[in-house]
């Protein structure tokens, strides 16, 4: 089979087309014919080798993690799943895959969910962690509550859509920063207040938030400890939250390191079944052409989430 392998830490260059063996699978293992490959900063910053010290890999390794496919084989200890099923979740070698970019990849029982039954292949792998990240922030390291006050920065990315849903959905009063051409996409969500950060600074105008969600880091994130009230809880999803700072504002805060499970997917497709949550459409790019797809992502910082779709498999 065809696989896109990392051979080292780097950028697209590292990165080739190998011809490999479809992996054996274990007892509570399954083989994924894989349809859809999504491409997550994280898996960008993990190629840089910004991870180096965290993950101990032995290259070459096939890349990538989120997808979304069908079973074509189960271990013999699956119960919960069978030959035909549609699934996503993640194939990723730090948790026991095999790695996404290839035709057919192996992953452990607890990692994947059933597809949502109203989505394709492409939308199914685009929302695998932004999906999970989204629940954890909101659900649990926020708990966002109905009609407590929170503001999401980058609002726009894959991240902060599902995040902006779900607290709207909770029935809180949601504040977030976007450039100029998303702030069409945010009315139609029924935000409470948009702000266009390139022309507004939003520590002039929030004040007294009970909780703020970071998808930006740097300077955004240090302005923002000062719209939280006393009591409040800032989530980054990019940075460790500065303990001075946190103090001086007598708040908490923490860097979230999402984790990705059977639970949280299944979660994750109710809500998109129930249209409680809708994905925005991810850049779609065929497998043959993905290591020049990821390039671009790397180099000119293009916005929107990438998706990778094996063609006739």
């Given at each position: 089979m065809k696989a896109i392998q990392m051979r080292a830490y780097g950028h697209s260059d590292v990165l080739s087309f190998e011809s490999i063996g479809i992996p054996s699978i274990g007892p509570d293992e399954l083989l994924i014919k894989v349809h859809a490959i999504g491409i997550n900063p994280f898996d960008l910053k993990l190629?840089?080798?910004k991870f180096i010290d965290d993950f101990d890999i032995n290259m070459p390794v096939t890349f990538g993690s989120d997808f979304a496919g069908e079973i074509v084989e189960t271990g013999y200890k699956i119960t919960n799943f069978h030959r035909g099923d549609k699934v996503y979740g993640t194939g990723s070698v730090l948790k026991g895959g095999s790695g996404a970019l290839s035709q057919y990849m192996k992953v452990r029982e607890n990692n994947i969910s059933r597809m949502p039954d109203n989505i394709d292949y492409a939308l199914a792998a685009s929302i695998v962690t932004p999906g999970c990240t989204a629940?954890?922030?909101?659900n649990v390291n926020i708990n966002v509550k109905p009609q407590k006050k929170i503001l999401i920065h980058g609002a726009a990315g894959s991240v902060g859509y599902l995040a902006a849903q779900l607290s709207l959905s909770i029935g809180a009063e949601v504040a977030v920063t976007v450039g100029e051409r998303d702030i069409s996409i945010m009315k139609d969500l029924g935000i409470d207040l948009i702000i266009n950060y390139k022309?507004?600074?939003?520590?002039?105008?929030?004040r007294n938030y009970d909780?703020?969600?970071?998808?930006?880091?740097?300077?955004v994130l240090a302005r923002s400890y000062q719209v939280i009230r006393p009591g409040g809880k800032i989530v980054s999803l990019v940075e460790e939250p500065d303990i001075a700072e946190l103090t001086k504002f007598r708040i908490t805060g923490l860097y979230q390191k999402?984790?990705?499970?059977?639970?949280?997917?299944?979660?994750?497709?109710?809500?998109?079944?129930?249209?409680?949550?809708?994905?925005?459409?991810?850049?779609?790019?065929?497998?043959?052409?993905?290591?020049?797809?990821?390039e671009s992502k790397i180099a000119e910082g293009?916005?929107?989430?990438?998706?990778?779709?094996?063609p006739n498999n």
């Amino acid at each position: 089979m065809k696989a896109i392998q990392m051979r080292a830490y780097g950028h697209s260059d590292v990165l080739s087309f190998e011809s490999i063996g479809i992996p054996s699978i274990g007892p509570d293992e399954l083989l994924i014919k894989v349809h859809a490959i999504g491409i997550n900063p994280f898996d960008l910053k993990l190629l840089s080798g910004k991870f180096i010290d965290d993950f101990d890999i032995n290259m070459p390794v096939t890349f990538g993690s989120d997808f979304a496919g069908e079973i074509v084989e189960t271990g013999y200890k699956i119960t919960n799943f069978h030959r035909g099923d549609k699934v996503y979740g993640t194939g990723s070698v730090l948790k026991g895959g095999s790695g996404a970019l290839s035709q057919y990849m192996k992953v452990r029982e607890n990692n994947i969910s059933r597809m949502p039954d109203n989505i394709d292949y492409a939308l199914a792998a685009s929302i695998v962690t932004p999906g999970c990240t989204a629940q954890e922030a909101i659900n649990v390291n926020i708990n966002v509550k109905p009609q407590k006050k929170i503001l999401i920065h980058g609002a726009a990315g894959s991240v902060g859509y599902l995040a902006a849903q779900l607290s709207l959905s909770i029935g809180a009063e949601v504040a977030v920063t976007v450039g100029e051409r998303d702030i069409s996409i945010m009315k139609d969500l029924g935000i409470d207040l948009i702000i266009n950060y390139k022309l507004q600074r939003f520590e002039d105008i929030v004040r007294n938030y009970d909780a703020v969600l970071d998808t930006v880091g740097g300077d955004v994130l240090a302005r923002s400890y000062q719209v939280i009230r006393p009591g409040g809880k800032i989530v980054s999803l990019v940075e460790e939250p500065d303990i001075a700072e946190l103090t001086k504002f007598r708040i908490t805060g923490l860097y979230q390191k999402t984790t990705i499970n059977t639970l949280r997917l299944n979660t994750l497709s109710f809500l998109i079944e129930e249209k409680i949550l809708t994905p925005r459409m991810p850049d779609i790019e065929i497998f043959n052409n993905a290591i020049v797809a990821i390039e671009s992502k790397i180099a000119e910082g293009t916005k929107g989430k990438l998706v990778v779709i094996v063609p006739n498999n």
